[in-house]
């Protein structure tokens, strides 16, 4: 179905259409809007190019899980300008599309038939914005991997433009636009407050909580959040030895620690609730079943992280778009994990 559908807009996208770019040099920021709604959000293009990934044995913070560092070459992408909000997720998660569609009597085309046929969760058993704000602009979170995953399948689907989640070392480069410091404007963490909500900086009326998207200055390409406000999902397994498979004088294309089990996956920013450290462009974040310890279901779902109040996601869309065979092989699109029972809901 997702295949289908991928292939039905391109005949109706004007030629000049940014999001329709088919070269690099074409590639330019474009709104992205939900048809059928007022939503609507900004990817940014990243140039494709090599950086060294991980962080120097001398930086401030480090962790050993960040080395040893090594080349890495990437194709170009877009990036979302900001972390997926509420706004966006809940047309897929809680069915506000469809609802919104319905109520105003819009039509349901061939995009719409494909994004409905896109597995839907369950109803979450509690309000998993933990009453830190829902609408406006505030950053979507207690998602797992999976679910965002699908979100991007749904996305897809209801756009015809490809979207999934960043690889570990695309999210770094894009973090790093360009600079080996250990944040993108430098290595002085007293100028944190400036770029990220983090610890010492997130409290509103006394309680320490996530802010809406976009309200601290961007990295130098551009992108808002990267460093703290919620941390974001990426495609990989996290591996504290990962970066050593890899020879450091070769540059390596796409690395992806591929994942089949649940745990543990890799998060990427650093958070609202966590210090400087861990919103460094190389730190890493890797998922545990804590990060559910509370959901009362039994098994547990896997659509919610109902303790990880931290964590949400970002899209990209890749200049050339894989095909149907690299995104299975790649697991790029939604997969349950192995041992998780899903409890669904197909329209």
């Not at 979170?141 to 399948?153: D, G, L, P, R, S």
Request: glycine content about 8%; overall charge negative; charged content about 25%.
């Amino acid at each position: 179905m997702l295949v289908t559908a991928l292939a039905l807009p391109l005949m109706a996208v004007a030629q000049d259409d940014p999001s329709n770019a088919k070269t690099e040099a074409a590639m330019k920021p474009y709104i992205q809007k939900i048809r059928n709604t007022e939503i609507e959000f900004t990817m940014v293009p990243i140039p494709g190019g090599e950086f060294l990934m991980g962080s120097p044995d001398s930086e401030a913070g480090r962790n050993a899980d960040e080395g040893p560092q090594h080349k890495v070459k990437l194709e170009p992408f877009w990036m979302g300008k900001t972390e997926v909000t509420w706004d966006e997720f809940e047309l897929w998660s809680i069915r506000l599309e469809k609802a919104l569609r319905s109520f105003g009597g819009a039509e349901t085309g061939p995009l719409e038939q494909a994004a409905d046929a896109i597995t839907k969760p369950t109803n979450p058993y509690t309000d998993m914005s933990f009453d830190m704000g829902k609408d406006g602009g505030y950053p979507a979170i207690c998602m797992t991997q999976h679910a965002a995953k699908t979100y991007c399948e749904w996305l897809s689907a209801k756009t015809g433009h490809y979207y999934r989640l960043p690889t570990e070392a695309e999210w770094e480069y894009a973090c790093r636009a360009g600079t080996t410091t250990a944040y993108s404007f430098g290595d002085d963490a007293a100028q944190l407050g400036e770029y990220a909500w983090i610890e010492g900086n997130s409290a509103e009326k006394g309680s320490p909580k996530y802010h809406k998207v976009g309200k601290k200055k961007p990295n130098p390409w551009g992108l808002y959040d990267m460093h703290g406000n919620v941390a974001e999902w990426t495609q990989d397994r996290y591996e504290a030895d990962f970066y050593s498979k890899f020879n450091p004088n070769q540059a390596v294309k796409f690395p992806l620690c591929l994942a089949d089990d649940e745990y543990p996956r890799v998060a990427r920013g650093g958070a609202w609730d966590r210090g400087p450290e861990a919103a460094r462009s190389a730190a890493r974040m890797a998922s545990d079943a804590e990060w559910k310890q509370q959901d009362p279901q039994n098994p547990k779902s896997a659509w919610y992280m109902t303790d990880a109040l931290w964590v949400g996601f970002r899209v990209v869309r890749p200049l050339n778009e894989p095909t149907a065979e690299e995104r299975k092989n790649l697991r790029l699109d939604a997969v349950v994990p192995k041992g998780v029972k899903p409890r669904v809901t197909i329209e």
